[in-house]
């Protein structure tokens, strides 16, 4: 009896797997560079405004020179604390919650200097520990996707690094891909509505971007993460990226964030077998945004 050849794999296609909010507290980051660590990840967004990014850039440093990744700005604009004084932005120090600043911003009503001098703050504090620009830009809650934040990020992008091109989170979503999925729907539809403003301005400028966005979810459980990922990953577009948001809980994370033991869920499944199931399956695996330039 003649052995039989294994089956031939079949080619996958890049997708970048990206953990948000590294630097938010000890147990995220930590979490997110193991799972850099275990192929799992191919970038993470940097939250530089908060103490963590100091104390835990250095394990990032030493993470990706051993297992190549994606580093990027995670533009924090909400719920925390700035590190500018940002006049007219902020409420008693503290930078305002989604639900004060949409309607500002949709109102044409936000301070383009706050904005624009927090914005600077935090690309600096990015390099004064990175030692370099951040490969991608995306924004935390997504703001950067926001009227009066979009066009100071790709002003100060094309004016800060104008022969290196930052790839910038495009975070638009075909609507009926949005229904399907059938969670988070208004938020999903709202952000891909305010999305459209930021693609047409990358485009016009000529700034890199992902085509093709998931991992919006509504973090109450109701669906299992694994259910949502496979969605997520079916359909993912010509350039895609999914986002993330796993961790453990620890007293930091708790006195600074609403979300908690979702973070939990989500870092189990990454770091599962099934994960790597999952990608297989979608004929995906992860990538670097260097990447869809030579897949293409």
Same mark, same amino acid.
């Given at each position: 009896?003649?052995?039989?050849?294994?089956?031939?794999?079949?080619?996958?296609?890049?997708?970048?797997?990206?953990?948000?909010?590294?630097?938010?507290?000890?147990?995220?980051?930590?979490?997110?560079?193991?799972?850099?660590?275990?192929?799992?990840?191919?970038?993470?967004?940097?939250?530089?405004?908060?103490?963590?990014?100091?104390?835990?850039?250095?394990?990032?440093?030493?993470?990706?020179?051993?297992?190549?990744?994606?580093?990027?700005?995670?533009?924090?604009?909400?719920?925390?604390?700035?590190?500018?004084?940002?006049?007219?932005?902020?409420?008693?120090?503290?930078?305002?919650?989604?639900?004060?600043?949409?309607?500002?911003?949709?109102?044409?009503?936000?301070?383009?200097?706050?904005?624009?001098?927090?914005?600077? !703050?935090?690309?600096?504090?990015?390099?004064?520990?990175?030692?370099?620009?951040?490969?991608?830009?995306?924004?935390?809650?997504?703001?950067? $996707?926001?009227?009066?934040?979009?066009?100071?990020?790709?002003?100060?992008?094309?004016?800060?690094?104008?022969?290196?091109?930052?790839?910038?989170?495009? =975070?638009?979503?075909?609507?009926?891909?949005?229904?399907?999925?059938?969670?988070?729907?208004?938020?999903?539809?709202?952000?891909?509505?305010?999305?459209?403003?930021?693609?047409?301005?990358?485009?016009?400028?000529?700034?890199?971007?992902?085509?093709?966005?998931?991992?919006?979810?509504?973090?109450?459980?109701?669906?299992?993460?694994?259910?949502?990922?496979?969605?997520?990953?079916?359909?993912?577009?010509?350039?895609?990226? $999914?986002?993330?948001?796993?961790?453990?809980?620890?007293?930091?994370?708790?006195? =600074?964030? $609403?979300?908690?033991?979702?973070?939990?869920?989500?870092?189990?499944?990454?770091?599962?077998? !099934?994960?790597?199931?999952?990608?297989?399956?979608?004929?995906?695996?992860?990538?670097?945004?260097?990447?869809?330039?030579?897949?293409?």
């Amino acid at each position: 009896m003649t052995d039989q050849p294994p089956p031939e794999r079949r080619p996958t296609r890049p997708i970048i797997v990206c953990a948000d909010d590294y630097g938010i507290a000890p147990g995220v980051s930590e979490a997110i560079a193991e799972l850099i660590g275990a192929g799992r990840l191919s970038a993470t967004s940097c939250m530089t405004a908060l103490p963590d990014w100091k104390r835990r850039a250095g394990l990032l440093r030493q993470t990706a020179a051993r297992h190549p990744a994606d580093v990027g700005l995670h533009l924090t604009l909400t719920d925390h604390l700035p590190l500018t004084a940002a006049p007219g932005l902020t409420h008693a120090g503290r930078l305002p919650p989604m639900g004060r600043l949409l309607p500002r911003a949709l109102a044409r009503a936000l301070p383009r200097q706050a904005i624009r001098d927090e914005l600077r !703050a935090q690309l600096d504090a990015f390099e004064d520990a990175w030692n370099g620009p951040p490969d991608y830009i995306d924004g935390h809650q997504h703001a950067h $996707v926001l009227p009066g934040i979009r066009e100071e990020l790709v002003a100060e992008l094309l004016l800060r690094y104008p022969s290196t091109p930052v790839w910038v989170r495009d =975070c638009c979503e075909p609507p009926a891909r949005c229904v399907r999925r059938g969670t988070a729907l208004p938020k999903a539809l709202l952000i891909s509505s305010l999305g459209l403003g930021l693609r047409h301005l990358l485009r016009r400028h000529g700034l890199p971007a992902n085509d093709g966005f998931a991992g919006l979810h509504d973090f109450s459980g109701r669906v299992p993460f694994r259910t949502l990922m496979r969605s997520f990953l079916a359909g993912s577009g010509p350039r895609p990226l $999914v986002h993330v948001h796993p961790g453990r809980v620890d007293d930091e994370l708790r006195a =600074c964030d $609403v979300l908690t033991t979702p973070r939990e869920t989500e870092l189990a499944y990454l770091a599962s077998a !099934a994960f790597a199931d999952d990608l297989g399956d979608a004929g995906l695996h992860p990538a670097r945004f260097a990447d869809f330039r030579r897949h293409a």
